[in-house]
């Protein structure tokens, strides 16, 4: 217990009084800027990656860092790359170029706004959910940012935001991993919010919800993969990607949401982050109260990353990984809330054309801890019941896996 403590005032002292450059430079644009609770936070999340095992202070503060850049350097490079679909928007988060999202849109709004110059691109509802919202072209010349904070001041109380991008919250699978046995009782149906899903046998159905052709993806495979191996019976896929640099925005998750709802899917799960979206939000809510419940990951960023959503929204079931030694991995991000952990590491699965993968991140914890609410939600009637039945299940582990640590046998997909 001593050297832990010696351990974290020696990592605080690093961060409080000999940084080699400034902490807001260090964790990078679109980051919290309450710097002294973000130092704290970083902080605390060394002091847990300690764990059991003592590392070496300057490695764990050197990965620490190394994961708000990359991520910074990671969005950057896509707002660069692919400045025809993606611009950032008033909060410095990458998002739909040009489109501007309205919530509850009534006709002397959309006039007001067309009389500003936006144009309505479209008007409706989203199916399955009690939803409705308008998609508006921003003024010819004007910047995204620019426009949506012009917007607000011309219909104020209005829900108006930009479509901001959401990233999968899991590494490249990789060669050569190992099967690790482990049954599970079989059962089950849980909704995928990917990519599109390749190779799966238990795959009921799938839809696309992006831009341009549907497109298998590694990730999403073996997403598909692990639930199968943990005994899910039937997975319904919506892939929100296909080949759009813009993918993975706030309006295809709510409308892949939506078509869950509408399948009568009971569990979804998310394994995607990005920044709050009040369009999002209010699909999730809207699911939520017909019953589903939602599942998601808290990302790969580092504990000294934003806060990750959808998993941060009220009532979504947050999940975060662990590796083969139960310790929470270093680059997992963190949540409002975090209800549960299960394996992130240690763990492999098939990806159809590469054969079995090694896999790493939040990423792959998410369906599994799904996995397990599917499977109680098949034997009962009540969303409640299922939960604490749940909760029984769940090991307790170390700090960070909240309620317990769910599926640690699930290490192997099929």
């Not at 409640?384 to 309620?403: F, L, N």
Request: with cysteine; glycine share 12%.
């Amino acid at each position: 217990m001593r050297n832990r403590t010696l351990l974290s005032a020696g990592i605080a002292a690093i961060f409080l009084v000999s940084p080699s450059v400034p902490v807001e430079a260090q964790l990078g644009g679109g980051l919290p800027m309450d710097l002294p609770g973000t130092v704290g936070r970083v902080r605390d999340t060394l002091g847990d990656i300690a764990g059991p095992v003592i590392e070496p202070v300057g490695r764990i503060v050197s990965d620490v860092r190394a994961l708000a850049n990359e991520r910074v350097r990671r969005l950057t490079r896509l707002v660069a790359d692919h400045g025809d679909r993606v611009e950032w928007d008033e909060q410095h988060q990458p998002a739909v170029r040009g489109e501007v999202l309205m919530l509850d849109p009534d006709e002397a709004a959309l006039d007001t706004a067309r009389r500003q110059g936006y144009n309505v691109i479209e008007q409706g509802a989203l199916e399955g959910l009690d939803v409705r919202f308008a998609r508006l072209e921003v003024p010819s010349g004007a910047s995204l940012a620019k426009s949506v904070e012009d917007l607000r001041k011309t219909l104020p109380g209005r829900e108006i935001s930009a479509d901001q991008l959401h990233f999968p919250s899991g590494g490249t699978p990789t060669k050569d991993g190992k099967a690790v046995s482990g049954a599970l009782p079989r059962g089950g149906t849980v909704g995928v919010i990917d990519g599109g899903i390749g190779g799966s046998t238990r795959l009921a159905s799938q839809r696309g919800f992006a831009a341009g052709a549907p497109k298998t993806s590694d990730h999403a495979s073996a997403i598909a993969s692990l639930l199968t191996g943990a005994g899910t019976a039937r997975i319904y896929g919506a892939d929100v990607y296909a080949a759009d640099p813009a993918g993975g925005n706030a309006l295809a998750i709510a409308r892949a949401l939506g078509w869950m709802q509408v399948q009568g899917v009971p569990v979804v799960s998310i394994s995607l982050v990005g920044p709050s979206n009040p369009l999002l939000a209010r699909a999730v809510a809207s699911a939520q109260s017909k019953g589903m419940t939602v599942v998601a990951a808290v990302g790969n960023d580092g504990a000294a990353a934003p806060p990750a959503f959808p998993a941060s929204y009220p009532g979504v079931i947050a999940v975060t990984g662990v590796d083969g030694s139960g310790r929470v991995l270093i680059e997992a991000g963190r949540a409002l809330h975090l209800d549960y952990a299960a394996p992130g590491a240690d763990m492999s699965a098939l990806v159809p054309g590469k054969g079995r993968q090694s896999l790493r991140g939040t990423s792959y914890a998410a369906p599994l801890v799904a996995s397990r609410i599917a499977a109680r939600r098949a034997l009962v009637t009540s969303a409640a019941e299922a939960m604490k039945a749940v909760d029984s299940e769940a090991i307790k582990g170390q700090r960070r896996t909240g309620r317990g640590v769910l599926c640690n046998i699930c290490r192997s997909g099929l």
